[in-house]
């Protein structure tokens, strides 16, 4: 689960940016499908997935089919990689699907820590497990400016993204995020490089592309 969060946390971030040599299109390949399907998956649905991820090598780097607990994000505002937001949509509960998706939709030419590598090809195999209503949207902004004073410092982001990879009840943390802790200035670089637009060594609310503002 650590895990799953930090890199949510960097596709919030639009830790994202484009590999023009390896751009190619994102692949969908449907696996299965349930009969009687009523309801599918539209941008603002919150969805219950099971997934596995793997590189091109087939090393494995993340799967909540291993830690038998399933992943719930919202469709379409960013919370996940842009291959997800396109490739998950029109989707049916108890439908199975690949996805083949191109660094520029996944997490471009800086990877991930030492999890991703820059570049990288990512293949999901996905399975809808749910699908829900909308959420009240989380002010990710707020909940990271730690001091209240709109502006978010590298101490405030290294703080929100240890509380991400350390599990709160103190279980056991896996390999994959025993390698993003260790790669964690790494991390926070990547998101200031992006997000700190005027380089002050601050991110502003104007400046952060993630989710900001509460729910009226």
């Not at 997490?107 to 399975?127: K, S």
Request: aromatic share 6%; net charge negative; charged share 30%.
């Amino acid at each position: 689960m650590a895990l799953r969060c930090v890199l949510a946390v960097l596709a919030i971030a639009g830790i994202t940016l484009a590999d023009p040599e390896t751009v190619t299109k994102l692949k969908v390949e449907v696996v299965s499908t349930p009969e009687g399907c009523t309801e599918k998956s539209k941008n603002g649905d919150m969805l219950t997935m099971h997934y596995t991820g793997t590189l091109d090598d087939g090393h494995k780097f993340d799967s909540s089919f291993d830690r038998d607990q399933p992943f719930t994000f919202q469709l379409g505002v960013g919370q996940v990689i842009k291959g997800w937001d396109e490739g998950l949509v029109d989707m049916c509960v108890g439908e199975k699907r690949k996805l083949t998706i191109p660094s520029s939709l996944g997490y471009g030419e800086r990877g991930a820590g030492n999890v991703i590598p820059p570049h990288a090809t990512l293949h999901f195999e996905v399975e809808l497990i749910n699908i829900g209503d909308s959420p009240p949207t989380t002010n990710v902004f707020k909940e990271i400016d730690a001091d209240a004073d709109n502006m978010l410092s590298r101490e405030e982001v290294s703080d929100y993204l240890k509380k991400q990879m350390v599990p709160p009840d103190g279980g056991e943390i896996s390999e994959d995020v025993k390698q993003m802790l260790e790669s964690h200035d790494k991390l926070v670089e990547e998101i200031f490089q992006h997000e700190d637009k005027d380089k002050n060594g601050f991110i502003s609310h104007e400046e952060f592309s993630g989710p900001k503002h509460d729910e009226l």
